[in-house]
């Protein structure tokens, strides 16, 4: 992992609209936000379904991240993943032991536990991490924990281009993660007009297929 070259604003928010499938129907919206002290961070992620897909398939999906910023970046310490639909709750958390080299994940049923490599992160700091430390495209390995899952995702990170969004035309680094056989997998392009931060991510199915997006609205952030 390349040491910081930047730092994260004190605070801040962005809002996206999410769109399902080719034809982009509006699913809902997410916002993801963040708080940066000294030398801890805290990030969050809020989705929720909108539109008519709320009469038929009303969800909520939270995520939390909390750890250290380091001169390397960031440190997770703790993960948590929430998902709340037709009045049902479940929840997967990962606890990250750097002294003793440790990962303990999963729901509070069904913990498992890893040996905790350097450089491992969760779902939400793995994107943030970037905005410290934007990478130079190549191809790179990284462990990181899903709060049900921790496998080592394999990542790719092309040339800089230039992408339409609601905030005008972007310079954006597209980071992308090879999809395994059956298996889900992201694409996120971060701005390098707005602090390296995601702007659009695209997921794909278990069959590689375009499942959907989400794509910026708006972006808020302030050092006081």
Same mark, same amino acid.
């Given at each position: 992992?390349? /040491?910081?070259?930047?730092?994260?604003?004190?605070?801040?928010?962005?809002?996206?609209?999410?769109?399902?499938?080719?034809?982009?129907?509006?699913?809902?919206?997410?916002?993801?936000?963040?708080?940066?002290?000294?030398?801890?961070?805290?990030?969050?992620?809020?989705?929720?379904?909108?539109?008519?897909?709320?009469?038929?398939?009303?969800?909520?999906?939270?995520?939390?991240?909390?750890?250290?910023?380091?001169?390397?970046?960031?440190?997770?310490?703790?993960?948590?993943?929430?998902?709340?639909?037709?009045?049902?709750?479940?929840?997967?958390?990962?606890?990250?032991?750097?002294?003793?080299?440790?990962? =303990?994940?999963?729901?509070?049923?069904?913990?498992?536990?890893?040996?905790?490599? /350097?450089?491992?992160?969760?779902?939400?700091?793995?994107?943030?991490?970037?905005?410290?430390?934007?990478?130079?495209?190549?191809?790179?390995?990284?462990?990181?924990?899903?709060?049900?899952?921790?496998?080592?995702?394999?990542?790719?990170?092309?040339?800089?281009?230039?992408?339409?969004?609601?905030?005008?035309?972007?310079?954006?680094?597209?980071?992308?993660?090879?999809?395994?056989?059956?298996?889900?997998?992201?694409?996120?392009?971060?701005?390098?007009?707005?602090?390296?931060?995601?702007?659009?991510?695209?997921?794909?199915?278990?069959?590689? =297929?375009?499942?959907?997006?989400?794509?910026?609205?708006?972006?808020?952030?302030?050092?006081?």
């Amino acid at each position: 992992m390349a /040491a910081a070259a930047h730092s994260l604003p004190r605070r801040g928010r962005i809002s996206f609209t999410l769109f399902y499938g080719i034809d982009r129907y509006y699913v809902g919206t997410a916002i993801q936000s963040w708080e940066a002290g000294a030398d801890t961070y805290l990030l969050a992620s809020e989705a929720e379904t909108g539109g008519i897909v709320e009469l038929f398939w009303s969800q909520r999906l939270r995520y939390m991240s909390r750890g250290k910023i380091t001169p390397r970046g960031l440190q997770p310490e703790s993960f948590l993943a929430s998902r709340t639909r037709r009045g049902r709750n479940e929840a997967a958390q990962a606890r990250f032991d750097w002294s003793a080299g440790s990962l =303990n994940y999963g729901y509070a049923h069904e913990q498992k536990s890893a040996p905790l490599p /350097a450089g491992t992160q969760d779902l939400m700091s793995f994107v943030f991490q970037y905005v410290l430390a934007p990478p130079a495209p190549g191809r790179y390995r990284v462990p990181i924990t899903t709060g049900t899952r921790f496998e080592v995702y394999e990542i790719v990170v092309s040339g800089e281009e230039r992408i339409e969004t609601p905030l005008g035309t972007l310079r954006a680094l597209p980071v992308r993660q090879l999809p395994r056989p059956g298996e889900e997998s992201i694409e996120v392009w971060l701005a390098a007009d707005y602090h390296h931060l995601p702007v659009r991510i695209r997921h794909f199915d278990r069959e590689g =297929n375009f499942s959907g997006e989400q794509v910026v609205s708006e972006i808020r952030v302030s050092e006081e």
